[in-house]
């Protein structure tokens, strides 16, 4: 496959490690993971690589925060609510406050915010039969792969691995065909 005939992918999530996790690595962990997976997105030309936990928030009293980078032409973002059902309902009651009506459009830009565009590309860390609950909205017209790796060694060559898989990908968006 070509770059030219290779889908371009704007928007990719990684879905790995737990909450607790999370909280462990360092701020300066943390900036190398966001440099490193950001540099792999923008190379890719994706505008948005955003990272949740596998998992929900449990409650605690150091509560985690989102982080945000930009790297080249990609924002990265590390997302740390990872049930997907509390950021639906708190998104329908942001776009309900703001406009009085909840569409699905509405509800849409909400959820991937600050992303423009639904994710292409979803990276779930961890064998291919369980789904995380971080993901609700973001599967409809997502490709999806799985790398059963621990959050703790993600490196960026699996994202690289990851969108060479997506870029053979045949995208049917939903279709049977």
């Known amino acids: 496959m070509t770059a030219e005939s290779a889908p371009r992918v704007r928007?990719?999530?990684?879905?790995g490690g737990t909450p607790a996790s999370w909280q462990d690595l360092s701020d300066q962990s943390w900036d190398?993971?966001?440099?490193d997976l950001g540099k792999v997105a923008d190379h890719?030309?994706?505008?948005?690589?955003?990272?949740?936990?596998?998992?929900?928030l449990p409650a605690s009293p150091s509560p985690l925060v989102t982080r945000e980078v930009e790297v080249g032409g990609c924002r990265v973002v590390a997302d740390p609510v990872g049930d997907g059902?509390?950021?639906?309902?708190?998104?329908?009651?942001?776009?309900l406050a703001a406009t009085g009506a909840i569409t699905a459009e509405r509800l849409d830009a909400h959820l991937?915010?600050?992303?423009?565009a639904d994710p292409d590309l979803v990276v779930v860390l961890g064998p291919p039969n369980a789904l995380p609950p971080s993901l609700v909205w973001e599967l409809a017209y997502s490709e999806l792969?799985?790398?059963d790796v621990p959050w703790e060694q993600l490196?960026?060559?699996?994202?690289?691995?990851?969108l060479a898989t997506f870029a053979r990908r045949h995208r049917r968006f939903g279709g049977i065909d």
Not at 32 to 35: F, R, S, Y
Not at 44 to 56: E, K, V
Request: net charge neutral; glycine share 4%; proline share 6%.
């Open 85 to 95: 059902r509390e950021r639906l309902a708190a998104a329908a009651r942001a776009v």
């Open 155 to 162: 490196a960026a060559q699996h994202v690289e691995d990851a």
């Open 112 to 116: 991937n915010r600050p992303a423009e």
């Open 11 to 15: 928007h990719i999530i990684v879905v």
């Open 32 to 35: 190398a993971v966001l440099d």
């Open 44 to 56: 890719a030309g994706a505008n948005w690589l955003t990272m949740r936990p596998y998992g929900p």
């Open 145 to 147: 792969v799985f790398i």
